[in-house]
């Protein structure tokens, strides 16, 4: 069975304007899934979707077997990681250890098993030594870790992301696919950034004003470059210099 | 303006303290029973914004000077008071504790001189009576200025009540309110335009943000501009009136804050000063525990206080139909306006 | 500008004091500041000599916990102002002129006494250590939190307003202030972005099991440090209020200059 199932679904924020039109998706466990649009195609709505941030959709949304309604919500969210765009958000308790800690410890476990999770969700993120950090104090390469670490704490076994390379230099974006790459959740990454969705996704959605256009092998996706420029985007940077090359 | 430790007895700042808790208390419980995990975090991001709404410099205009925000009649109005109370509380806290800004003795009588009066007078009693029938720009600006004069008024009042409480100050209760709520009233009338801006604003743009606002309640009934006229003008006669009572003690200190309002700045001068505070000096120092001077007919300072009054409702309106002569003129080619 | 900087600057050295001293508790600390600052305001208002022997605290913290001198004159001058302005009076309305001199006096050093000693204090208290103290004090968990969360966003939205008021300021050069034309908009747009950070704060929260308040984690502190220093000091306070040591010291000397002779 998929761990994320989406028949059907429709969404308005309010009457007459439609963000989303039928939208079918089924993501199978493991696997991580691209989300590619133009800004307003209803990417982050999507994702809100997910974990129940809006509910009052039309259609079938299903997590990990279960129906997205308010009754299974905590069951969902205990499972499903969701990274914001702006990590300032994401981040609000006033060092990196007390944000790690914050989902383990509203989930009741001893303080000596929150310690274990948290050293063990900033080690796969690598940023062991900032622990103890004041927030406001890192770097948004840094804050994007320690959000991402925010999430890996309560052992989720999906994790979805919004925008993750945005505002990142070269290096922490570099940095930032590996660690996507060694994550074996099953994952859902919207973005613009079109290489990194090709360094890290097997298969692609393309959204345009909230219809889903195309889905399949993000690099036949990505290869398309007729398809990209009807809806707003551009071929990958790879891909383009490929093509002067040739 | 905060208030320092130093200005206050441990008796005073006592009862302060407890006054203060108790408020907090009883607004903690209200919060609970509403039971909106939602408010928890935007009070706190709240609290940081009137933090840094503090620091903003807004210049007057044709004084060259400028004025600054307390915020406690904003938040209430966004907040709900018992919300906006407990924000205040925590900005307050962070003031003190974090910054050492205003005393650890004083924070007790800081919150109530600073956010009490502005969320439960200005945002539970003004506010919420004014906004009964649904909202309009008009009826925000009225309840902004006049819930913010009396917050500042009322918050003076009890700073001078405090000192004078505590036996620092040798200053005559008189003289002491006269130099204070006039000064006050003016802080008290920017506050007032401030909040007033941002809350229209507000209503403008995104009005389910506002306190109490609902939206088949807008076009039920509009309250009059002679309403508003009505309600500012009692209102500014009843507190013109109770306060001249206080101020009887000393005639003189009314007639100075009038024209200090006014602008004729015909201040006595060093030597006026200085007959003034022999005469009263004469009576103070026989009388310990300082009674209401005597051959005062309450009457009179009453009827000089109504003057007063009249004068700071006038004054109201008159900046009332300056700001909207020039929203008019100026403001609707910028916003589109929704009035 | 400055303003901000300076408060940002403050939140900036609260966090790194406090983080280098941490081993006597904040309730502690909150305790000998409490007492001292109800002994200093508790002294009669002629009684200077008794007052100034309660300079003896500060003088000691500041050279045991080596606190900058310079930045503590910055923080005393508005409550010296203030306190001055208060008194001035006192001169002229009080029994005797001189009198009234003293009286003065005594308010003017009651509130440079106070506002050292919450200074000291504030240079040992981060907001880990008040949030945990106003714990252990019974504070309701509400409070703690919106302190938290404040502490948390204020840097955050002093930069954005930082930056609002730098694009304001290049494109309106030579205004001192805030235009009133600009007054709701400025504020407005500020409140709207807080009020969507805190929307997109409390969704982060939720999805991660937030259950209306934060806890607050013990933290480790050495128990008899802190009860030593809080006992200690507590004594030594009271003594200083209770005997005037600097009039004490005088007569022992001329006692013993009378013994010397």
């Not at chain 2, 507190?239 to 200090?260: A, R």
Request: glycine share 8%; net charge neutral.
């Amino acid at each position: 069975m998929a761990d994320i199932e989406l028949r059907g679904v429709n969404f308005s924020y309010q009457k007459g304007r439609q963000v989303l039109h039928d939208i079918n998706i089924s993501v199978e466990h493991g696997k991580t899934i691209g989300l590619i649009g133009a800004n307003g195609a209803g990417k982050s709505t999507l994702l809100k979707l997910l974990v129940g941030l809006i509910t009052d959709y039309e259609g079938i949304i299903e997590v990990l077997g279960q129906p997205v309604e308010k009754k299974n919500l905590s069951d969902i969210r205990k499972k499903t990681g969701y990274v914001f765009q702006d990590s300032d958000s994401q981040l609000f308790m006033s060092t990196v250890y007390e944000d790690v800690a914050f989902g383990p410890r509203n989930y009741g476990y001893s303080e000596e098993i929150v310690q274990k999770k948290v050293m063990e969700a900033l080690c796969k993120v690598h940023i062991e030594n900032l622990k103890d950090r004041q927030i406001y104090r890192m770097s948004g390469g840094q804050k994007k870790l320690a959000s991402i670490a925010t999430i890996l704490s309560m052992e989720p076994e999906i994790v979805l992301f919004d925008e993750p390379t945005i505002a990142l230099d070269p290096k922490n974006r570099r940095n930032l696919i590996g660690i996507l790459n060694s994550m074996p959740e099953t994952k859902i990454i919207a973005s613009h950034d079109l290489d990194m969705i090709l360094d890290t996704c097997e298969e692609t959605v393309l959204l345009s004003e909230g219809r889903i256009v195309c889905q399949g092998k993000t690099k036949d996706i990505l290869k398309n470059k007729e398809l990209l420029e009807k809806h707003d985007m551009e071929l990958p940077l790879c891909m383009q210099d490929r093509r002067t090359n040739e | 303006m905060h208030m320092a430790d130093a200005l206050l007895s441990p008796a005073v700042a006592g009862t302060m303290y407890a006054c203060s808790a108790l408020t907090a208390g009883y607004s903690v419980h209200k919060i609970r029973l509403e039971n909106d995990e939602k408010k928890i975090p935007v009070m706190g991001v709240m609290g940081a914004f009137v933090f840094a709404a503090q620091m903003i410099n807004f210049s007057i205009p044709g004084t060259g000077s400028s004025g600054h925000l307390c915020g406690s009649m904003m938040l209430s109005a966004i907040l709900g008071p018992e919300a906006g109370f407990l924000t205040m509380i925590g900005v307050l806290m962070v003031q003190c504790l974090l910054f050492a800004d205003g005393g650890l003795l004083a924070l007790g009588a800081n919150i109530w001189n600073m956010a009490f009066y502005g969320c439960f007078i200005g945002g539970m009693v003004i506010w919420k009576y004014m906004m009964r029938n649904g909202m309009s720009r008009r009826k925000i600006m009225a309840a902004s200025i006049l819930g913010c004069i009396m917050m500042l008024q009322l918050g003076a009042f009890s700073v001078t009540l405090e000192t004078l409480a505590s036996g620092i100050t040798e200053l005559p209760f008189g003289i002491f309110l006269a130099a204070m709520q006039p000064i006050h009233l003016a802080i008290g009338l920017v506050e007032g335009l401030i909040t007033a801006a941002v809350l229209i604003f507000l209503y403008e743009v995104r009005p389910e943000l506002l306190w109490n606002y609902h939206e088949t309640g807008e076009k039920k009934s509009r309250l009059s501009y002679k309403g508003v006229i009505a309600v500012l003008a009692i209102s500014a006669v009843v507190i013109g009136g109770l306060l001249s009572l206080f101020v009887s003690s000393n005639p003189d200190g009314l007639e100075w804050s009038v024209k200090q309002v006014t602008g004729t700045t015909e201040l006595e001068s060093k030597g006026g000063i200085y007959v003034l505070a022999d005469r009263i000096q004469s009576v103070t120092s026989l009388l310990p525990d300082y009674t209401w001077k005597e051959g005062n007919s309450a009457g009179g300072t009453t009827f000089s206080g109504i003057i007063g009054g009249i004068v700071v409702v006038v004054l109201c309106i008159a900046v009332c139909l300056i700001i909207r002569f020039f929203r008019c003129r100026f403001g609707d080619k910028g916003n589109n306006g929704k009035d | 500008m400055a303003k901000i900087d300076k408060a940002i600057k403050d939140i900036h050295t609260a966090d790194n004091t406090s983080e280098r001293n941490n081993s006597v508790h904040p309730v502690s600390w909150l305790l000998v500041t409490i007492i001292y600052i109800i002994a200093v305001v508790s002294f009669q208002k002629y009684n200077i000599a008794g007052l100034a022997g309660m300079v003896l605290y500060i003088l000691i913290q500041c050279m045991w916990h080596e606190i900058s001198i310079k930045d503590m004159i910055k923080r005393i001058w508005p409550v010296f102002l203030l306190t001055v302005l208060v008194g001035i009076a006192n001169p002229l309305f009080d029994r005797t002129v001189s009198a009234g001199v003293l009286s003065m006096a005594t308010l003017i050093l009651k509130g440079i006494f106070c506002v050292t000693a919450s200074y000291i204090l504030f240079t040992h208290m981060g907001i880990r250590q008040i949030c945990y103290a106003l714990r252990i004090l019974h504070f309701p968990k509400e409070l703690v939190t919106i302190l938290l969360l404040m502490h948390r966003y204020l840097i955050v939205l002093l930069k954005e307003l930082e930056r609002m008021q730098l694009a304001y300021k290049l494109r309106a050069p030579g205004q001192r202030g805030l235009h009133f034309k600009t007054w709701g908009s400025f504020v407005g747009l500020l409140l709207l972005r807080s009020i969507d950070r805190a929307g997109e704060v409390y969704d982060s929260m939720q999805l991660r099991g937030f259950n209306g308040t934060f806890q607050v984690f013990p933290e480790r502190y050495n128990t008899v440090r802190s009860v030593a220093y809080a006992a200690v000091w507590c004594i030594a306070i009271l003594a200083l209020r209770i005997f005037p040591v600097f009039e004490m010291m005088e007569a022992a000397i001329w006692r013993i200059l009378n013994l010397g002779v």
